[in-house]
């Protein structure tokens, strides 16, 4: 057995809820593997967590919106860049540490697992925030920078793809089965619920006007408001 967090908007509240689910895992890394243990996550989110239509966010989903909202395969548009910047090579190239970063010859990566690659080989460092597109990031809330990537990113991606808003909001809650809260901090999962509740809220074009105006929606719903995180991102 595991257990694995899922997403659920709250557009009335903190905006996600984060709801722990037991459920039987499949190990392997064999995509058949992965995906019994997707399977298994829902139906126990249905029983235990009281949601019904749940959509697994990661190349591992079972479901092709799933597989496009990944961080591997949506991008964002840079200013300076002549080419959509893939969202992973957006995030960690954007670190910047105590002793070293940003890193931004990321951004011309087209490949998550070369970027993953890349920042695991990099010596053990303090976090200390972000620089990205002319802009500092701090670490409160915790997962600011990354919601904001993944938000203008999903913004970006709703203008060429037709209904996708309304085929998001017919989902209850997400999941990513490769996230584990014990290891890492960001979430694609969480990151597509607080796209969901800000669009149910009707504050989400409001929310991602600039950096300032996020920080402070977010803020002022309590969300992500813990200590600073470290390197495991």
Same mark, same amino acid.
């Given at each position: 057995?595991?257990?694995?967090?899922?997403?659920?908007?709250?557009?009335?509240?903190?905006?996600?809820?984060?709801?722990?689910?037991?459920?039987?895992?499949?190990?392997?890394?064999?995509?058949?593997?992965?995906?019994?243990?997707?399977?298994?996550?829902?139906?126990?989110?249905?029983?235990?967590?009281?949601?019904?239509?749940?959509?697994?966010?990661?190349?591992?989903?079972?479901?092709?919106?799933?597989?496009?909202?990944?961080?591997?395969?949506?991008?964002?548009?840079?200013?300076?860049?002549?080419?959509?910047?893939?969202?992973?090579?957006?995030?960690?190239?954007?670190?910047?540490?105590?002793?070293?970063?940003?890193?931004?010859?990321?951004?011309?990566?087209?490949?998550?697992?070369?970027?993953?690659?890349?920042?695991?080989?990099?010596?053990?460092?303090?976090?200390?925030?972000?620089?990205?597109?002319?802009?500092?990031?701090?670490?409160?809330?915790?997962?600011?920078?990354?919601?904001?990537?993944?938000?203008?990113?999903?913004?970006?991606?709703?203008?060429?793809?037709?209904?996708?808003?309304? %085929?998001?909001?017919?989902? &209850? /809650?997400? +999941? #990513?089965? @490769?996230?584990?809260? !014990?290891?890492?901090?960001?979430?694609?999962?969480?990151?597509?619920?607080?796209?969901?509740?800000?669009?149910? %809220?009707?504050?989400?074009? &409001? /929310?991602? +006007? #600039?950096? @300032?105006?996020?920080? !402070?929606?977010?803020?002022?719903?309590?969300?992500?408001?813990?200590?600073?995180?470290?390197?495991?991102?």
């Amino acid at each position: 057995m595991a257990k694995r967090p899922i997403f659920v908007p709250e557009p009335n509240g903190g905006l996600v809820e984060e709801r722990t689910v037991e459920f039987k895992w499949f190990p392997g890394f064999a995509l058949v593997q992965k995906q019994r243990s997707i399977e298994s996550l829902h139906l126990s989110s249905s029983a235990e967590a009281d949601v019904s239509q749940v959509l697994e966010v990661s190349t591992k989903s079972p479901q092709r919106l799933g597989v496009q909202l990944s961080a591997f395969n949506l991008s964002i548009a840079i200013a300076g860049y002549g080419h959509p910047v893939l969202l992973e090579a957006a995030f960690q190239g954007s670190k910047v540490f105590a002793n070293q970063g940003p890193f931004t010859h990321l951004y011309s990566v087209q490949s998550g697992t070369e970027v993953k690659r890349f920042m695991n080989e990099l010596p053990e460092d303090e976090l200390t925030c972000f620089q990205f597109d002319g802009n500092e990031w701090g670490l409160t809330p915790k997962t600011a920078f990354y919601d904001w990537l993944y938000l203008v990113a999903l913004s970006e991606f709703a203008t060429s793809a037709d209904d996708f808003e309304d %085929a998001l909001l017919g989902y &209850d /809650a997400f +999941t #990513d089965i @490769e996230f584990n809260p !014990e290891k890492s901090v960001n979430c694609q999962a969480r990151s597509c619920a607080l796209y969901v509740a800000l669009l149910k %809220a009707g504050i989400l074009r &409001d /929310a991602t +006007t #600039d950096p @300032e105006s996020f920080v !402070e929606v977010l803020k002022d719903h309590g969300y992500g408001v813990e200590p600073s995180q470290r390197r495991l991102l």
